[in-house]
């Protein structure tokens, strides 16, 4: 067990490490484009680690400085030049999904391995719809289902297809967008609800021929040129956990530098705006690809409020979060349209609920059919709770283990956990971030 001491104040400013999101498509498009590209502010994280590294064996020249986090990468163009490969995705679900859409157009065979939580993620979301733009790809059948490991083979040609998402996901969307650039004629993608768009903003940079009219994007066959350099802001994701903890603790200030205010990203922020949040954007840049800000974030009684399955896929990775927020929130909290959370590295629904009960808070789970007629799931809270002494189990997920210490430290409480290494997934500087706010 390992154990993370209380806070004594929280009046400081901090800097967040680079956007995970925007850090996996920079190594992509700059892989697959002309000339050199100079990435700056790259989130080193095992995930991100694990997409620069497959594209390094597909024979990308990549130089890579952990101190400075620069990138320094020399397009191949769309086409790399490798031998048939065996590549490890680990356990990154955007590595294998976005690498996918690249991989089926390649002229060579390439096998995609995993480590363990994600050979447990569905794959017939991209593997289907690139079978029907003619790639040569399957995954490991079970049911109806396929999961990795995935094999691709090359074909002659891929052919672009109008696509309508059965879920809202970047990942899903990103993987197409990037079989798309090698198709021939036009590739365009519905979503049921806006979803991130990194991919669609970091594509126009590079050159490519992508339209977006809300939630209809569609591109064609196209050369990517590398801007020559690119500039990632703090990941909004992971600065979340601190506008959480600044938000719940008494007599909290805290100014977070340089965050991503990508709109996509900001559905987390509504929400806590309806609950009564008190924050605000300084020094707001929005002359860049990816607008980004610093956010002011002071202490507050939050009240509890309902949120739609519309604004799930904007905020999919703070759900966690919220729920302790939830937790802790005067009233009732209802968040419908979690389907998704059950298919992440764990099924966050379950992880959540187990120790935020074992905490001793009202959390109920329930099932319904949403808007589509499809089986979904719900969960209510009714707040707030006094949290009782309990240890936290990760269930080995990186998001799981921050949310609910972020709930404990908040109470002036001692956060006692079974594993903190799954934590370097995603945020491998989040304690070292925790022990800057005594400063």
Not at 164 to 172: D, F, I, K, N, T
Not at 210 to 226: K, P, Y
Not at 366 to 372: D, S
């Amino acid at each position: 067990m390992f154990k993370i001491r209380p806070l004594k104040k929280i009046r400081t400013s901090l800097e967040i490490g680079g956007d995970k999101s925007i850090s996996h498509r920079a190594i992509i498009l700059s892989s697959i484009s002309q000339g050199k590209t100079e990435i700056n502010n790259f989130l080193h994280s095992e995930d991100t680690l694990a997409t620069l590294q497959a594209f390094q064996n597909l024979g990308v020249n990549i130089k890579y400085n952990d101190f400075q986090k620069k990138v320094s990468v020399e397009g191949k163009g769309k086409y790399l030049n490798s031998k048939n490969i065996t590549l490890q995705m680990k356990n990154s679900g955007t590595t294998i999904r976005l690498i996918s859409g690249v991989l089926s157009a390649q002229k060579f065979s390439s096998t995609l391995q995993t480590y363990s939580s994600l050979k447990r993620r569905p794959m017939l979301r991209i593997t289907q719809p690139l079978r029907q733009m003619g790639a040569d790809i399957k995954g490991r059948k079970k049911g109806v289902e396929e999961y990795p490991p995935l094999k691709i083979k090359p074909v002659d040609f891929l052919k672009g297809i109008e696509y309508r998402l059965a879920v809202p996901s970047a990942q899903v969307k990103s993987c197409l967008l990037l079989a798309g650039l090698f198709a021939q004629g036009k590739t365009s993608i519905i979503e049921p609800y806006q979803s991130r768009d990194h991919t669609e903003r970091m594509l126009k940079i590079f050159g490519a021929k992508i339209r977006v009219n809300r939630r209809l994007i569609s591109i064609e066959d196209s050369q990517l040129q590398g801007p020559s350099e690119i500039f990632i802001p703090s990941d909004f994701s992971s600065a979340s956990f601190f506008i959480a903890l600044a938000t719940l603790t008494k007599g909290a200030r805290l100014l977070l530098k340089k965050v991503s205010i990508n709109p996509t990203r900001l559905g987390f922020l509504r929400v806590l705006r309806r609950m009564g949040a008190k924050f605000r954007f300084i020094n707001i840049n929005k002359n860049y690809f990816e607008p980004y800000a610093d956010i002011l974030v002071e202490h507050c009684q939050l009240r509890g409020t309902k949120i739609k399955e519309g604004e799930i896929p904007l905020m999919i990775d703070e759900l966690p979060l919220l729920f302790v927020l939830a937790c802790l929130a005067k009233g009732k909290t209802q968040i419908l349209g979690l389907k998704e959370l059950k298919v992440k590295e764990t099924d966050r629904i379950k992880s959540m609920e187990y120790n935020l009960k074992k905490m001793g808070a009202k959390f109920s789970v329930k099932e319904y059919l949403n808007p589509q007629k499809e089986k979904d799931w719900k969960v209510e809270i009714e707040g707030p709770a006094k949290f009782k002494d309990a240890s936290i189990k990760s269930f080995s997920d990186h998001r799981t283990a921050m949310s609910l210490i972020i709930g404990r430290l908040s109470l002036g409480r001692e956060a006692v956990i079974d594993d903190i290494a799954c934590i370097d997934k995603s945020f491998p500087e989040f304690l070292i971030t925790l022990r800057k706010l005594d400063k």
